[in-house]
């Protein structure tokens, strides 16, 4: 086992992130560059957790005790409003459980070599996913079986979790067991992974620096995918025009695109050049150079497609088609929908950008689909399941007629004067098979400027050259539109 030290911050994005994503990194960067002087070369694996590797630090300051010691005092004073825990053990795995011990009762936490393996047995599988990275579907799916604990999950063997699992059987296995190995060094990525890009004149602000090392960002992330792969730890060094430099590893479990590649680079030179806090370590000149070096990067695999219906598969195939979507250019914007509520087709799906979200986590995606923000999921007079499969923002205007060619309209009891027959779209003419409604809708009928009373219909209808569908069409002031279809 290689010992890691782990300080985590569970509350520090809540705390600090008010003004954003952004500032939360920002300030972070500067515990970061504090916990620096004890070792040179430390890991952000997330925002609120650091890791060093102990095995330096521990015998410059006279053992494991010592060092955990030192390193809560320097947190204490440079982040003394936020609670924190600094754990020691012989896996990464093993040192982040000890780190939330050690937040809980307010004094490091050091796993001696001897008992590491009985307290990572002893840890809950829900830590799997809180502190290992593990996908919650695979979490949830060996609570459910019964496994309570990562002994009960290592007893169950590698060949079987690799088995229903894939990949990620391996890594869980390797969790429990203590046999995760993640050197700060250089390893396995091919040489020809690594890129470094050199600014002619010296350059003080963090955005130019990151919009000049676009292309060699763009360059390095398509050179990964190329081979099949993709980086989930990535060292940056940025060096000043005298020499001055910071290293930092950044990890990203499901792999660095070039948006979250540039984003990195982005905190990490916000906390150094603006950190007018710490006079001894700021940079006396500007950047002239970047370096970005894979330290591991792993093979994209497809894995078993999910017990109970869905796959990973194409969870993944779709964050990487997002990715390289977002790479075409700046002006691309990528946006998901979130559930807002209401009976306007129209508006009942709001767009969230894609920064703000991770389309990788099934539960919360079915969260914001679903509920959105909280806002009830049945609305009276709402448009019944399923949801249409294309709406108009700007809905078209149509006709509809009954067999004799006379317009169709709605009475004031909200029924139809006569039978549709024939829905003209854009000079198209559909055959109306069979419809559903009208349904009545009145809004806000205690309002004069904003009252609105419409009625809307479902058509099943033929197309002219075969085949059939399904419109969803409103009636308002006298005038059909067009507001969705249905596949």
């Not at 000049?212 to 792969?229: F, I, K, P, R, T």
């Not at 767009?351 to 389309?359: A, E, F, G, Q």
Request: with cysteine.
């Amino acid at each position: 086992m290689t010992r890691s030290i782990v300080v985590v911050f569970p509350q520090w994005m809540q705390q600090h992130g008010v003004l954003g994503e952004e500032h939360a990194f920002t300030q972070f960067e500067h515990v970061v560059r504090a916990i620096s002087d004890v070792s040179p070369l430390v890991e952000v694996e997330s925002l609120g957790t650091i890791i060093v590797a102990a095995r330096g630090p521990s015998r410059y300051f006279g053992g494991d005790v010592a060092v955990a010691q030192h390193i809560h005092n320097v947190c204490t004073g440079v982040a003394s409003d936020s609670a924190f825990g600094v754990g020691v053990a012989g896996s990464r795995f093993a040192a982040a459980a000890a780190a939330h011990i050690a937040q809980s009762r307010g004094t490091p936490c050091v796993i001696e070599e001897s008992i590491t393996g009985e307290f990572i047995d002893a840890i809950p599988v829900s830590s799997l996913s809180r502190i290992g990275g593990v996908a919650n579907d695979t979490v949830d799916l060996l609570q459910r079986l019964g496994l309570r604990v990562c002994s009960a999950v290592r007893a169950v063997g590698e060949a079987s979790l690799i088995d229903r699992f894939g990949i990620e059987g391996k890594r869980v296995h390797a969790l429990v067991s203590g046999g995760e190995v993640r050197h700060f060094a250089p390893g396995t990525p091919p040489s020809d992974f690594t890129r470094v890009v050199e600014f002619e004149s010296p350059l003080t602000s963090s955005a130019h620096v990151v919009a000049m090392s676009h292309d060699v960002v763009s360059e390095l992330v398509n050179a990964v995918s190329g081979y099949g792969q993709q980086c989930v730890r990535m060292l940056i060094t940025c060096e000043t025009d005298h020499a001055e430099n910071v290293s930092r590893i950044w990890g990203e479990p499901h792999g660095f695109g070039v948006a979250a590649l540039s984003q990195r680079l982005l905190y990490q030179l916000d906390g150094w050049l603006t950190d007018v806090n710490a006079v001894a370590d700021a940079p006396t000149s500007g950047i002239v150079r970047v370096r970005f070096e894979p330290l591991e990067c792993r093979e994209v695999l497809s894995v078993q497609p999910l017990l109970w219906g869905g796959s990973q598969e194409n969870i993944e195939r779709a964050a990487r088609a997002v990715v390289m979507a977002m790479a075409a250019g700046d002006d691309v914007q990528v946006s998901v929908p979130r559930w807002e509520g209401g009976r306007d087709v129209a508006t009942v799906y709001a767009r969230v950008p894609l920064s703000l979200v991770d389309i990788t986590d099934m539960r919360d995606a079915e969260q914001r689909v679903s509920v959105g923000a909280g806002v009830a999921r049945d609305w009276s007079g709402s448009i019944p399941r399923p949801s249409p499969a294309s709406v108009a923002s700007t809905p078209k205007e149509i006709a509809v007629c009954d067999a004799q060619g006379n317009a169709v309209s709605v009475t004031a009891r909200h029924e139809l004067t006569t039978a549709p027959a024939v829905v003209s779209v854009g000079g198209t003419e559909y055959r109306v098979l069979r419809v559903a409604g009208p349904w009545p809708v009145e809004e806000r009928w205690w309002d004069t400027r904003r009252k609105r009373r419409h009625v809307r219909m479902q058509a099943l209808v033929r197309h002219p050259r075969g085949g059939t569908g399904v419109f969803l069409l409103g009636l308002e002031h006298q005038t059909w539109t067009l507001l969705a279809r249905y596949d």
